[in-house]
């Protein structure tokens, strides 16, 4: 290109222009393409199949819950299940997910022609098929896949797990090299690839949340690649890091797992805000309220997330001084994330609100997160957690937090976004069967499990005690329900791709931002001249 | 069609009704210790003041969701900020939570205090048990899931207090201190009884403390609460609370009890047992001790514990394979039964696995044998 001279380049590019930039036919699109809506794309279909597989591991392990006693998996095969389900939920549903519509979304808010680092984008997409195949095959080896649960605290996954081990400590390096090389891109783009005029201050504030949430998965992820290789020493290598025999601590573990652990929560939960704080004003037809106390609030959350990862860990036996330090820290997170639920609360308030699918997803997000929020509350004063620990008032509150929160926002992203991906209007009639399922089915599975960890229910068992019995059957009921209700999703976006009445350049009429100010879909090169911001 | 309405609600109000009472019943314990209490009051006071807030944030979005709504033609008014706003609910929650850290931290400074213990009590987790040790009192027993396999496989009707019962329970007296100290020798379990709201970690290799004093006598149960393995929904926790006294008697009859059994070891030793008794003891403790990860048929579970069918240990030279059980394989998930099991049991258990599912050693193992096997 430097050879070139400008009078030549421009002849090449306005002779070749539109042939040069289609996009190749077929298999070798996907695999080759370096544009940012078709990665998205491909992010948004392989968070879609980890969901519905996850979800399949999570339909099983509720048929082995339905009542007291063995039904269909032996213990070992639960535990496989437990895990697996956990690390599909986080690394290859919820992840990807919003690396999808970052990938997706930010070049159109920002007024950007692509992402600035395509190559790399591509690459950080397809290693990922790669990590999960090799995740999932070694479910299918002997002494089966990893069952430490997806926490896999040493010395249960050194010592005492199967050597299968080994592959999912490099699925996760894969992982985490893809979500490295996703967030650098994010970043590199939003600091260089904003329209003239677009300040900070004016960002939308899902550009906002994801540059924070870059920041994060670049500050912990090479956390989690440290500890997995850790293990994998300790498994392998002789090492000791987690042994106390040769010197080494097993508590350790827990304190590294979780530095990168509690941030990783807020990984999966700051898009999902920004999201949010995208639906909710345009279907009350107001302006967001607190725009700037909203970024303050994340990035306050984003700094708290480093100093409170010990309340994961209240029953290790930490020194008194720190089950404090770490108690106070935890209530403090309240704070910031109270500001977003009534910034929220106030947009709506005096709005002219509408209840298109989005909205409902949306309003859902805000109810039951802060239901996932209380609970964690709770969870934070910590004597009472020693009552809570471990039981199934925890698994209500992480997925109070990680499915109707960030999965219900995920969904009203895909609701709010999917006549501008794909030029038509999709059938608000089945959206909003899905919507009504899904959010009748989520608490129904969800909402009773608080009381069965009340009453003392240990999470992660394949077996329990009569007393449980009833509310364990609702509450499979429930995730029948919730599973078959995503059906109902994916029938829905395979027909809005194919056909429907064609979308305007902006279908909703409270909406704002550079996203709509571009035809539906939008062409293959999203901004090829910079729009004015004011 | 309001009538319909009314009888939908209606049918969906009784429909919901029991999971209502089913899961009233299921708050949180209010145990029977001083500090299991005051965690309930914590519990419910952040509760209530959650209960509070929501009614205050769902109310004011249902109200709008219903008044402001543009179905009905409600204009959007225009304001997006107010200092004053919010810095009142940065302030106001502030100020909640310092008032629910203050009797928090106070619960928590107690609960550390595990000073003037009138007894104490040595907790060691193991894969799927717990061995309880009465400190400096010559005690100590493992307590194992009573529960028969045939119960979990629902081949047989289940107990009320199906896998909460173990064969032998910790028995503690009430109204005295006790402490817990708490290990494990192999992965991390935690023990976690919600009656004295205990829950605490056993880490291999380091010891962690707690303490209780029991209000009331009682049968109370938990269980395990660290995934620590394929037996993990498995190992639960009994205590039996008892009165000073008949705390007092209850120890004195095991201390004497451990002295005939000492004896009776003693005399297993001259012992010659028949190959056919050995086998048929043998079975049993197999089925109880070793069949939950080598599995009753002794196939194993491939890549994650070894077949003892054919294996090189259990038809290879008989001191080795004394010496494996005994003193367990260091790093692997083969615990030292040494301690677990008289030397007649582990002789049993080993004729056992040398002449069964087509193992044909021939050879019987007597507990002097056992006995002489030195690590």
């Given at each position: 290109m430097?050879?070139?001279?400008?009078?030549m380049?421009?002849?090449?590019?306005?002779?070749?222009?539109?042939h040069?930039?289609?996009?190749?036919?077929?298999?070798?699109?996907?695999?080759?393409?370096?544009n940012?809506?078709?990665?998205g794309?491909?992010?948004?279909?392989f968070?879609?199949i980890m969901f519905?597989?996850?979800?399949?591991?999570?339909?099983?392990?509720?048929?082995?819950?339905?009542e007291?006693?063995?039904?269909i998996?032996?213990?070992?095969?639960?535990n496989q299940?437990?895990?697996?389900?956990?690390?599909?939920m986080?690394?290859?549903?919820?992840?990807p997910?919003?690396?999808g519509?970052?990938?997706w979304?930010?070049?159109?808010?920002?007024?950007?022609p692509?992402?600035a680092?395509?190559?790399?984008?591509?690459?950080?997409?397809w290693i990922l098929?790669?990590?999960?195949?090799?995740?999932?095959?070694?479910?299918?080896?002997?002494?089966?896949?990893?069952?430490?649960?997806?926490?896999?605290y040493?010395?249960?996954?050194t010592?005492?797990s199967?050597?299968s081990?080994?592959?999912?400590?490099?699925?996760?390096?894969?992982?985490?090299?893809?979500?490295?090389?996703?967030?650098?891109n994010?970043?590199?783009?939003i600091?260089?690839?904003?329209?003239?005029?677009?300040?900070?201050?004016?960002?939308?504030?899902?550009v906002?949340?994801?540059?924070?949430?870059?920041?994060?998965?670049?500050?912990?992820?090479?956390?989690?690649a440290?500890?997995?290789t850790?293990?994998?020493t300790?498994k392998?290598?002789?090492?000791?890091?987690?042994?106390?025999?040769g010197?080494?601590?097993?508590?350790?573990f827990q304190?590294?797992?979780?530095?990168?652990?509690?941030?990783?929560?807020?990984?999966?939960?700051?898009?999902?805000?920004?999201?949010?704080?995208?639906?909710?004003?345009a279907?009350s037809?107001?302006?967001?309220?607190?725009y700037?106390?909203?970024?303050?609030?994340?990035v306050s959350?984003?700094?708290?997330?480093?100093?409170?990862?010990?309340?994961?860990?209240?029953?290790?036996?930490?020194?008194?001084?720190?089950?404090l330090?770490?108690?106070?820290?935890?209530?403090?997170?309240?704070?910031?994330?109270?500001v977003k639920?009534f910034?929220w609360?106030?947009?709506?308030?005096?709005?002219?609100?509408?209840?298109?699918?989005?909205?409902?997803f949306?309003i859902?997000f805000?109810?039951?997160?802060t239901?996932?929020g209380?609970s964690?509350?709770?969870?934070a004063?910590?004597?009472?957690?020693?009552?809570?620990?471990?039981?199934?008032?925890?698994?209500?509150?992480?997925h109070?937090?990680?499915?109707t929160g960030a999965?219900?926002?995920?969904?009203?992203a895909?609701?709010?976004?999917?006549?501008?991906?794909?030029?038509?209007?999709?059938?608000?009639?089945?959206?909003n069967?899905?919507?009504?399922?899904?959010?009748?089915?989520?608490n129904?599975?969800?909402?009773?499990?608080?009381?069965?960890?009340?009453?003392g229910?240990?999470?992660?068992?394949?077996?329990?005690?009569?007393q449980?019995?009833?509310?364990?059957?609702?509450?499979?009921l429930?995730?029948?329900?919730?599973?078959?209700?995503?059906?109902?999703f994916?029938?829905?976006?395979?027909?809005c791709?194919?056909?429907?009445?064609?979308?305007?350049?902006?279908?909703?009429?409270?909406?704002?931002?550079?996203?709509?100010?571009?035809?539906?879909?939008?062409?293959y090169?999203?901004?090829?001249?910079?729009p004015?911001?004011? | 069609?309001?009538?319909?309405?009314?009888?939908?609600?209606?049918?969906?109000?009784?429909?919901?009704?029991?999971i209502?009472?089913?899961a009233?019943?299921?708050?949180?314990?209010?145990?029977?210790?001083?500090?299991s209490?005051?965690?309930?009051h914590?519990?419910?006071t952040?509760?209530?003041i959650c209960?509070a807030?929501?009614?205050?944030?769902?109310?004011?979005?249902?109200?709008?969701?219903l008044?402001?709504?543009?179905?009905?033609?409600?204009?959007?008014?225009?304001f997006?900020?107010?200092?004053?706003?919010e810095?009142?609910?940065?302030?106001?929650?502030?100020?909640?939570?310092?008032?629910?850290?203050?009797?928090?931290t106070?619960?928590l400074?107690?609960?550390d205090?595990?000073?003037?213990?009138?007894?104490?009590?040595?907790?060691?987790?193991s894969?799927?048990?717990w061995?309880?040790?009465y400190?400096n009192?010559?005690?100590?027993?493992?307590?194992?899931?009573?529960?028969?396999?045939?119960q979990?496989?629902?081949?047989?009707?289940?107990?009320?207090?199906y896998?909460l019962?173990?064969?032998?329970?910790?028995?503690?007296?009430?109204?005295r201190?006790?402490?817990?100290?708490?290990?494990?020798?192999?992965?991390?379990?935690?023990?976690?009884?919600?009656?004295?709201?205990?829950?605490?970690?056993?880490?291999?290799?380091f010891i962690n403390?707690?303490?209780?004093?029991?209000?009331?006598?009682?049968?109370?149960r938990?269980?395990?609460?660290?995934?620590?393995?394929?037996?993990?929904?498995?190992?639960?926790?009994?205590v039996?609370?008892?009165?000073?006294k008949?705390?007092?008697s209850?120890?004195?009859?095991?201390?004497?009890?451990?002295?005939?059994?000492?004896?009776?070891?003693?005399?297993?030793?001259?012992?010659?047992?028949?190959?056919?008794?050995?086998?048929?003891?043998?079975?049993?403790?197999?089925?109880a001790?070793?069949?939950?990860?080598?599995?009753?048929?002794?196939?194993?579970?491939?890549?994650?514990?070894?077949?003892?069918?054919?294996?090189?240990t259990?038809?290879?030279?008989?001191?080795?394979h004394?010496?494996?059980?005994?003193?367990?394989?260091?790093?692997?998930?083969m615990q030292?039964f040494?301690?677990?099991?008289?030397?007649?049991?582990?002789a049993?258990?080993?004729?056992y696995?040398r002449?069964?599912?087509?193992?044909?050693?021939?050879?019987?193992?007597q507990?002097?044998?056992v006995?002489?096997?030195?690590?």
């Amino acid at each position: 290109m430097t050879t070139l001279n400008p009078e030549m380049s421009a002849t090449i590019n306005s002779t070749s222009h539109e042939h040069h930039h289609m996009p190749p036919r077929g298999m070798m699109r996907w695999l080759k393409t370096t544009n940012h809506k078709d990665i998205g794309t491909l992010y948004l279909w392989f968070s879609f199949i980890m969901f519905l597989i996850g979800g399949c591991m999570a339909m099983l392990i509720r048929v082995e819950l339905f009542e007291p006693g063995k039904v269909i998996l032996d213990p070992n095969l639960f535990n496989q299940m437990t895990t697996v389900h956990g690390l599909i939920m986080v690394f290859g549903a919820v992840m990807p997910a919003f690396t999808g519509l970052a990938n997706w979304l930010i070049p159109l808010m920002i007024g950007a022609p692509d992402m600035a680092l395509p190559r790399m984008n591509n690459w950080s997409f397809w290693i990922l098929p790669f990590a999960f195949s090799i995740l999932l095959s070694t479910l299918f080896m002997p002494g089966g896949g990893p069952n430490f649960g997806w926490t896999f605290y040493a010395p249960l996954s050194t010592h005492y797990s199967s050597d299968s081990t080994a592959l999912f400590v490099f699925s996760i390096h894969i992982m985490g090299i893809s979500s490295i090389m996703g967030a650098m891109n994010v970043i590199v783009t939003i600091f260089n690839l904003r329209a003239p005029g677009m300040k900070w201050m004016n960002l939308p504030l899902f550009v906002w949340t994801w540059l924070i949430t870059a920041f994060l998965l670049i500050a912990v992820m090479p956390v989690l690649a440290g500890v997995v290789t850790m293990v994998l020493t300790d498994k392998f290598f002789g090492t000791s890091f987690f042994d106390a025999a040769g010197g080494g601590d097993p508590v350790m573990f827990q304190h590294i797992f979780w530095f990168f652990g509690h941030p990783e929560v807020y990984i999966m939960i700051l898009p999902a805000f920004g999201i949010i704080s995208s639906i909710i004003p345009a279907f009350s037809r107001k302006k967001l309220f607190g725009y700037s106390s909203m970024v303050y609030a994340t990035v306050s959350i984003a700094v708290l997330s480093f100093i409170v990862w010990g309340h994961h860990m209240f029953t290790t036996g930490m020194p008194l001084f720190s089950e404090l330090f770490f108690m106070y820290c935890t209530m403090i997170i309240a704070v910031p994330t109270g500001v977003k639920v009534f910034n929220w609360v106030a947009t709506m308030w005096r709005g002219s609100l509408s209840f298109e699918p989005p909205m409902l997803f949306a309003i859902a997000f805000v109810i039951l997160f802060t239901i996932g929020g209380f609970s964690g509350l709770m969870l934070a004063i910590t004597p009472a957690d020693f009552q809570y620990h471990n039981t199934y008032f925890v698994v209500a509150h992480f997925h109070y937090v990680l499915v109707t929160g960030a999965v219900f926002a995920i969904m009203a992203a895909a609701y709010y976004w999917l006549p501008k991906w794909t030029g038509h209007m999709y059938s608000f009639k089945l959206a909003n069967w899905h919507f009504w399922c899904s959010v009748i089915s989520v608490n129904v599975l969800f909402f009773p499990m608080h009381f069965l960890g009340l009453a003392g229910m240990p999470r992660r068992i394949p077996d329990y005690a009569l007393q449980f019995a009833n509310l364990n059957k609702i509450v499979s009921l429930g995730g029948f329900a919730f599973g078959l209700s995503q059906l109902l999703f994916f029938a829905l976006v395979i027909k809005c791709i194919r056909g429907g009445e064609s979308a305007p350049a902006k279908p909703w009429d409270g909406a704002e931002g550079l996203e709509w100010t571009l035809p539906s879909p939008p062409p293959y090169h999203s901004f090829t001249t910079p729009p004015e911001v004011e | 069609m309001y009538s319909n309405t009314k009888r939908l609600l209606i049918s969906v109000g009784l429909l919901l009704f029991p999971i209502f009472v089913e899961a009233a019943q299921l708050n949180m314990t209010k145990g029977v210790t001083g500090i299991s209490h005051d965690i309930y009051h914590l519990h419910m006071t952040i509760f209530y003041i959650c209960c509070a807030i929501g009614v205050g944030v769902f109310g004011a979005m249902i109200y709008a969701m219903l008044r402001h709504r543009k179905s009905q033609g409600h204009k959007a008014a225009n304001f997006h900020e107010s200092v004053k706003v919010e810095l009142a609910w940065t302030i106001i929650p502030f100020l909640i939570l310092i008032a629910m850290a203050v009797p928090a931290t106070g619960t928590l400074i107690k609960m550390d205090d595990t000073k003037d213990a009138a007894l104490t009590i040595k907790i060691t987790a193991s894969q799927w048990k717990w061995h309880y040790d009465y400190f400096n009192k010559g005690v100590g027993f493992y307590s194992i899931l009573k529960t028969p396999q045939k119960q979990i496989d629902n081949q047989q009707a289940k107990d009320t207090d199906y896998l909460l019962e173990v064969d032998k329970p910790l028995v503690l007296p009430v109204n005295r201190k006790i402490r817990f100290l708490i290990t494990s020798e192999d992965v991390i379990h935690s023990w976690f009884i919600p009656a004295f709201a205990i829950q605490k970690d056993a880490n291999p290799g380091f010891i962690n403390e707690a303490w209780t004093r029991i209000d009331k006598t009682g049968v109370y149960r938990g269980q395990c609460a660290q995934l620590c393995g394929k037996g993990h929904g498995f190992m639960p926790i009994v205590v039996k609370a008892v009165s000073g006294k008949e705390f007092d008697s209850w120890l004195k009859a095991q201390q004497q009890a451990k002295l005939v059994a000492a004896k009776s070891a003693q005399a297993a030793l001259s012992k010659t047992l028949s190959k056919a008794d050995l086998m048929k003891e043998g079975q049993n403790v197999y089925l109880a001790h070793c069949a939950v990860c080598h599995q009753p048929n002794g196939m194993g579970l491939q890549g994650v514990f070894p077949a003892l069918k054919g294996s090189k240990t259990a038809t290879g030279p008989v001191h080795d394979h004394i010496h494996t059980v005994k003193f367990g394989r260091l790093g692997t998930a083969m615990q030292a039964f040494s301690k677990q099991l008289t030397d007649e049991e582990i002789a049993a258990a080993i004729t056992y696995e040398r002449n069964s599912w087509g193992n044909n050693m021939g050879d019987a193992v007597q507990a002097s044998d056992v006995h002489k096997v030195k690590q």
